[in-house]
């Protein structure tokens, strides 16, 4: 955990205001001034490019700016800071903090740790830059040695005061910077606009085109990422001709928005088991109306979703079986992809529990060796799935009277392939396709002259061509 105490944040606070304001003096301001906390009348010029570049925060497009008459508010009288757009002056504070930790509250997480997500507008990276070039100006004429990873960005100086506050609103929970695949990860996101300066942006495209390609997933191209990747390409040369140095100050603070609370998903695993014959893996789900009552997914599900308070989940299993079709022996793996647990951590007794309270629930199914497992363990329940192979016991009826030596043949047919077109009992759900499956080997177990058991052992994926009786089951 990363935290740092707020009243040395306040310090370092001060201490970079005290720098900023420095340089500013050394540019246009004088310093009685400066102590008054007041700046000198800005250029007409200035103004009027303040003018132009007025926009209303809340996203009022209809409104058109116009030309400020005499007597009128000026935007360049604006105390906003030019690098962090408010962001550090109206929003990094404990005020602040309670309003983002009485979210977290509201929402009622069992938490042991948090992450806190800053999501900052594109165009500060911008402004980052140019303050960067103009200090970097300002201490080579006085002679000091300073590097740009000296320099604090305004996003972590944002998280190095706001851990701690919340940390202290939300109880103690620690508040860490990066996100950790050992632990349970609940996030909390806040993000920023601004839509006064969203132009500052722009000039880069015509720089660095090859930044900024559209794609069917971006609704703007000027993300955060494409515009760090244009700066790190720009010469200095060609940003200062750009772009101003030190930047203008906005009218505006930034725009709050939403806070976003996410836990990471908790993945459930474990073994089914189906001794119903009109029970489907998943929801029978035809022209919007469920066929049948329930599924083997859903009586799973219900138990898992309620005791971890999830938003919703996503079931996988390794291999599928038809409604009329019965799994035994030691069942069939399957996992359950949990989506924003409000709660995340049980221990074994209490995943027992949740086993038996599924077992409770119903007679059509049983579970086994339920746990809570990786991310990456769910790939594994997928992985050979082609190599794997299942047992089918089917009870045959033949109209024609038969004697063992009849049905012999069977027993001598090994790697018979069979090319498969999907059922269409499926075609709801999955596009029509001819597949090629194995037979691997069959046996068969004389009854009476019209009835006889065959039991095969085939690639995965096969199903059984003629289920009149609809008496098949597997055997994992």
Same mark, same amino acid.
């Given at each position: ?35 008054? &906390?007041?700046?000198?009348?800005? +250029? ?11 926009? @209303? ?56 740790? *948090? ?13 980052? &830059? ?31 005061? *706001? @851990? ?40 880069? =495209?015509? $720089? ?37 140095? %030190? %930047? ?14 996410? &836990? ?16 489907? @893996? ?12 329930? +599924? ?5 599900? =219900? %138990? ?66 339920? @746990? ?7 790939? &594994? ?20 009277? $038969? ?19 999907? %059922? ?53």
């Amino acid at each position: 955990m990363c935290t740092q105490d707020p009243e040395q944040a306040a310090i370092s606070t001060k201490e970079l205001c005290a720098f900023i304001s420095d340089s500013e003096n050394n540019e246009s301001q004088d310093a009685a001034v400066l102590e008054q &906390h007041t700046e000198d009348p800005p +250029s007409k010029k200035i103004k009027m490019d303040a003018v132009e570049t007025d926009v @209303q925060s809340k996203g009022d497009s209809d409104v058109v700016p116009t030309v400020m008459e005499e007597g009128d508010a000026k935007p360049a009288d604006s105390d906003v800071c030019a690098v962090c757009l408010g962001v550090l002056q109206e929003f990094c504070d404990e005020a602040y903090a309670i309003k983002i930790s009485d979210v977290v509250k509201a929402k009622n997480y069992l938490l042991d740790t *948090m992450v806190l997500s800053v999501s900052l507008p594109a165009q500060l990276s911008v402004r980052e &830059h140019s303050c960067w070039l103009h200090v970097k100006k300002e201490v080579r004429e006085k002679s000091i040695c300073l590097d740009k990873d000296d320099v604090i960005q305004v996003k972590e100086a944002f998280k190095w005061t *706001m @851990q701690g506050l919340m940390s202290k609103e939300l109880g103690g929970v620690p508040v860490v910077t990066k996100i950790s695949r050992q632990t349970e990860q609940f996030e909390v996101g806040v993000g920023f606009t601004h839509p006064e300066t969203d132009s500052d942006c722009h000039f880069l =495209a015509g $720089i660095c085109s090859d930044c900024f390609r559209p794609t069917k997933n971006k609704q703007n191209v000027f993300t955060k990422m494409a515009v760090v990747k244009a700066l790190e390409k720009v010469s200095e040369e060609k940003f200062l001709k750009m772009f101003t140095c %030190p %930047p203008t100050r906005p009218a505006r603070k930034c725009i709050a928005q939403e806070v976003q609370c996410l &836990h990471v998903s908790v993945f459930v695993a474990g073994r089914y088991n189906k001794f119903s014959r009109t029970l489907p @893996q998943t929801p029978w789900v035809i022209d919007g109306e469920e066929r049948v009552e329930s +599924s083997v997914e859903e009586l799973i599900a =219900a %138990p898992l979703l309620s005791s971890f308070r999830a938003e919703g989940f996503n079931f996988s299993s390794s291999g599928r079986e038809d409604v009329d079709v019965r799994t035994l022996g030691n069942g069939r793996p399957f996992a359950l992809d949990l989506l924003n647990p409000h709660r995340a951590r049980f221990n074994k007794a209490e995943v027992r529990q949740l086993q038996e309270t599924i077992n409770q629930s119903s007679d059509k199914i049983r579970v086994r060796d339920l @746990q809570i497992v990786s991310r990456d363990a769910m790939g &594994h329940m997928k992985e050979g799935e082609e190599d794997k192979t299942k047992s089918y016991t089917a009870l045959i009826w033949t109209q024609k009277a $038969i004697d063992k030596d009849d049905i012999t043949f069977l027993e001598e047919t090994k790697e018979f392939k069979l090319a498969q077109k999907m %059922p269409l009992r499926v075609l709801h759900r999955r596009p029509l396709a001819v597949r090629e499956r194995v037979i691997h080997t069959m046996s068969t177990c004389f009854l009476d002259t019209h009835h006889f058991h065959l039991n095969l052992r085939t690639q995965a994926g096969t199903y059984p061509l003629y289920r009149e009786k609809q008496n098949s089951e597997i055997h994992e």
